[in-house]
């Protein structure tokens, strides 16, 4: 997979994608991660990238021009989708980062300002925000979005059932985790998980992936595919 970020800051990618299962994968060239200075598209001895927005208001806009411009250089001859990150988007969750997974070339605009010229939308594929709260800008955003996907290619993490087994990747939170000690400052490792009955603890970490998700987000089981034995299980904890 290909990955292209536009930004008008790129010192602050900077870090983020050489350590850990990024770096890992890049490594592994299971992903090709660019980032791109979108002054390098301007054509004004200023490079200016931003303007005053038409009708007057607050701030600045960032302007079509070099935008078009980049994409037009870096879109290759790929399954490419193209994303803008703004508060205006779709709200981000798993399912999307699935789709945006799927694609060969994956191309973030990372916002900034007061936003984009909206005839940049004309090649933007989806519009995407991570939250319904305010940020500087699109970077950490297109971060966000960089670390979900990759982290869902095949070999990245190793085994291939780790991502399928992530909160919200069944449609669930995901249980409680336990490690070594068996007992520590008093509290112990739930005995089912010491007692090697494979079919007991697929069980067991499905009824707390139940609890925690009824107890924390309840929402969740709205769209989540529950057997007969789920309902059952839910129906207990409500008595």
């Given at each position: 997979m290909r990955i292209d970020i536009l930004t008008l800051f790129p010192s602050m990618f900077v870090g983020p994608f050489d350590t850990s299962m990024l770096k890992k994968a890049k490594d592994n060239l299971l992903v090709e991660i660019y980032v791109h200075d979108i002054r390098e598209y301007t054509f004004d001895k200023h490079r200016v990238v931003d303007d005053y927005p038409y009708g007057?208001?607050?701030?600045?806009?960032?302007?079509?021009?070099?935008?078009?411009?980049?994409?037009?250089?870096?879109?290759k001859d790929l399954?490419?989708?193209?994303?803008?990150?703004?508060?205006?988007?779709?709200?981000?969750?798993?399912?999307?980062?699935?789709e945006l997974a799927r694609t060969e070339q994956l191309i973030i605009i990372a916002g900034h300002y007061e936003g984009v010229d909206e005839r940049v939308t004309e090649l933007v594929d989806e519009e995407i925000s991570i939250?319904?709260?305010?940020?500087?800008?699109?970077?950490?955003?297109?971060?966000?979005l960089v670390d979900s996907v990759v982290r869902l290619l095949p070999g990245v993490l190793g085994g291939e059932e780790a991502a399928e087994d992530d909160?919200?990747?069944?449609?669930l939170l995901?249980?409680?985790?336990?490690?070594?000690?068996?007992?520590?400052?008093?509290?112990?490792?739930p005995e089912v998980l010491l007692s090697g009955h494979h079919a007991n603890?697929?069980?067991?970490?499905?009824?707390?992936?139940?609890?925690?998700?009824?107890e924390r987000r309840p929402d969740l089981l709205e769209k989540?595919?529950?057997?007969q034995q789920d309902i059952d299980f839910l129906k207990k904890l409500e008595d």
């Amino acid at each position: 997979m290909r990955i292209d970020i536009l930004t008008l800051f790129p010192s602050m990618f900077v870090g983020p994608f050489d350590t850990s299962m990024l770096k890992k994968a890049k490594d592994n060239l299971l992903v090709e991660i660019y980032v791109h200075d979108i002054r390098e598209y301007t054509f004004d001895k200023h490079r200016v990238v931003d303007d005053y927005p038409y009708g007057g208001g607050p701030g600045m806009v960032m302007k079509a021009e070099p935008i078009y411009t980049a994409i037009g250089d870096i879109k290759k001859d790929l399954r490419t989708k193209v994303v803008l990150t703004t508060p205006q988007g779709r709200v981000y969750n798993q399912e999307l980062a699935w789709e945006l997974a799927r694609t060969e070339q994956l191309i973030i605009i990372a916002g900034h300002y007061e936003g984009v010229d909206e005839r940049v939308t004309e090649l933007v594929d989806e519009e995407i925000s991570i939250g319904d709260y305010v940020l500087t800008g699109g970077e950490i955003p297109a971060m966000v979005l960089v670390d979900s996907v990759v982290r869902l290619l095949p070999g990245v993490l190793g085994g291939e059932e780790a991502a399928e087994d992530d909160s919200f990747a069944t449609g669930l939170l995901e249980g409680p985790q336990y490690t070594r000690p068996e007992v520590f400052e008093g509290m112990s490792v739930p005995e089912v998980l010491l007692s090697g009955h494979h079919a007991n603890i697929a069980r067991w970490r499905r009824e707390q992936a139940l609890r925690r998700t009824k107890e924390r987000r309840p929402d969740l089981l709205e769209k989540a595919i529950l057997s007969q034995q789920d309902i059952d299980f839910l129906k207990k904890l409500e008595d």
